[in-house]
C-alpha cells in the first residue's frame, strides 16, 4: 500500500465532515478534501509511464493533436499524478478517487471521445463515495452512527444479505447504494 493508510485517510476526511459538514455541500468536496490529503502523503507523488502505450488512437480523429500531445508527454516527462477522481477504467464506470501504483505497467486505452481509460491493476487504491444528505447517520431500522459502522466493517456480501432482515445494519436501498456496493 505504499506506506500510506489509506483507511486512516479516509476516517480523517469523514472525521472533518462530522465537524465541519457545512464545508461539504456536495460529492466533490469529498474528492477534493481525499485528493489533497493523498496527494501530500504519498512519496513517489508521481508514476512513472516508462513502459506503459497509449492504444487505440486515431489518425482520423479531430482531437489527434490532444491524443499526440499526450503521447509526447508520456514519453518525454514520463510521468503521470498518481491520485485522480472520476477516473475511467471501464465502459460507464468512474471510480470516485484513485491512486496509481508507483509505476504503470499497462496500456492507456484512448477512447474516441477524447477520454482514457486505466487498467485496474495499475490502480493501488479506490474510494467510492456517497454523500447522503441531511442525515446524521445512514438510514437504518436502528440508527447506528457512521461512526459505529466503521467500528465493526462489515462485507458486501453482509451488507446486502442483512438489507431484508429485521436487524439489518443498513438500509442500502433508501439511498440506492445497493448496486454499489455490490459492484
Not at 512513472?48 to 492504444?55: Q, R, W
Not at 477512447?111 to 493501488?124: A, N, Q
Amino acid at each position: 500500500m505504499g506506506g500510506i493508510e489509506y483507511r486512516k485517510v479516509v476516517e480523517t476526511v469523514a472525521d472533518d465532515f462530522q465537524e465541519n459538514p457545512i464545508n461539504y455541500v456536495t460529492e466533490r468536496d469529498f474528492q477534493v478534501a481525499m485528493v489533497e490529503k493523498l496527494r501530500a502523503m504519498l512519496s513517489p507523488a508521481s508514476a512513472t509511464l516508462t513502459t506503459t502505450v497509449l492504444d487505440g488512437t486515431s489518425d482520423t480523429s479531430f482531437k489527434r493533436a490532444y491524443w499526440q500531445q499526450i503521447q509526447r508527454q508520456m514519453s518525454t516527462q514520463g510521468q503521470i499524478d498518481r491520485v485522480h477522481t472520476e477516473l475511467s477504467v471501464q465502459k460507464n464506470e468512474r471510480l470516485d478517487v484513485a491512486v496509481f501504483q508507483p509505476e504503470l505497467s499497462h496500456p492507456i486505452q484512448w477512447v474516441s471521445g477524447g477520454s482514457k481509460r486505466f487498467d485496474e491493476r495499475d490502480l493501488e487504491f479506490v474510494c467510492e463515495l456517497k454523500f447522503v444528505k441531511n442525515k446524521t447517520s445512514f438510514p437504518t431500522t436502528s440508527g447506528h452512527p457512521v461512526r459505529e459502522l466503521a467500528a465493526n466493517p462489515s462485507s458486501a456480501p453482509r451488507l446486502c444479505e442483512s438489507v431484508s432482515s429485521d436487524t439489518s445494519i443498513l438500509d442500502i436501498s433508501e439511498n440506492g447504494i445497493e448496486k454499489d456496493i455490490k459492484e
